[in-house]
């Protein structure tokens, strides 16, 4: 992974363009804690590889990642010994459920506006080799929103919301898509309703959302589809293993395949050329706030 690294870094020195792409970059938001994000973040990204996607999660909920306790395992290094005990970005890659790769939570992103300029160069171009080497790069971030959270989420071209239809919950939701859309206007936001007890409440939280957004800060949000309330979730929470491996065909499985399918419809009608990529947005907001 080094000698990538340092190929690529030659490459931009000299200003060679590369043929392959970055990988899409999800961010996977919620405004709050407890609506369920890390866990449709899991399950999400274990639906995207059964599309023979090759896909890489990452637990980004800085200090308080619980991507491990959701399928019960212990990461060997997290984020943070990339920084603190220079692992590479490779040793970090952990094999998790079903075939997705994933990277566990850690401290080390709090400390990137405080590392020098080369740190944060050999940062973004260590990353970007990882992000090529993927279809899907799904971010669960942290409840919070920091500057290099804000700063990773603004970066990526697509953010889904995951929220549930109590009044407080949206509230959160409509306050962080506004957090975001303040430091990029082209990204598009999509939305799951998780926790729904029918399809008319998820119908009517949407809209009630969506209908604010549109009014205050003139953004459309995508309704990616709803989870009902599943005690086939919670048992697999239990379990610690994820839901969709529990019991594939369950509700709350059901209908995350049915999102999933929806995203990738979305995502097709988005040209994956256009603008500026992942690494180039995320260099140009982390070096002009130190």
Request: glycine share 8%.
């Amino acid at each position: 992974m080094y000698d990538q690294a340092a190929k690529l870094r030659d490459h931009l020195r000299n200003n060679q363009p590369f043929i392959d792409q970055e990988g899409r970059v999800i961010s996977v938001i919620s405004g709050k804690g407890g609506v369920g994000k890390s866990n449709i973040s899991l399950n999400l990204s274990i639906l995207l590889k059964e599309q023979q996607k090759k896909v890489l999660l990452i637990d980004m909920d800085i200090g308080m990642g619980n991507q491990d306790i959701l399928i019960g395992r212990s990461f060997p290094f997290t984020l943070a010994d990339y920084f603190h005990e220079k692992r590479s970005f490779n040793e970090l890659i952990e094999k998790g459920p079903l075939g997705i790769d994933m990277i566990a939570g850690g401290s080390g992103l709090s400390n990137i506006l405080q590392l020098d300029k080369q740190k944060v160069d050999n940062f973004l171009d260590d990353l970007s080799v990882v992000l090529r080497t993927y279809d899907f790069i799904i971010l669960d971030m942290g409840a919070g929103m920091s500057l290099e959270a804000v700063s990773f989420i603004s970066s990526s071209k697509e953010v889904i919301v995951v929220t549930t239809p109590e009044p407080p919950a949206i509230m959160d939701a409509y306050g962080a898509i506004k957090q975001i859309a303040r430091n990029q206007s082209d990204i598009q936001f999509s939305m799951i309703m998780n926790r729904v007890d029918d399809i008319q409440q998820a119908g009517e939280a949407y809209e009630r959302i969506s209908a604010v957004v549109k009014k205050f800060l003139q953004l459309e949000i995508v309704y990616l589809g709803c989870v009902f309330e599943d005690k086939k979730v919670k048992k697999a929470v239990q379990h610690q293993v994820p839901f969709v491996q529990l019991d594939r065909q369950g509700q709350a499985a059901k209908q995350l395949a049915l999102i999933t399918s929806q995203l990738l419809n979305e995502i097709e009608r988005m040209e994956q050329g256009s603008g500026t990529s992942f690494i180039q947005r995320l260099k140009h907001l982390l070096l002009s706030r130190r």
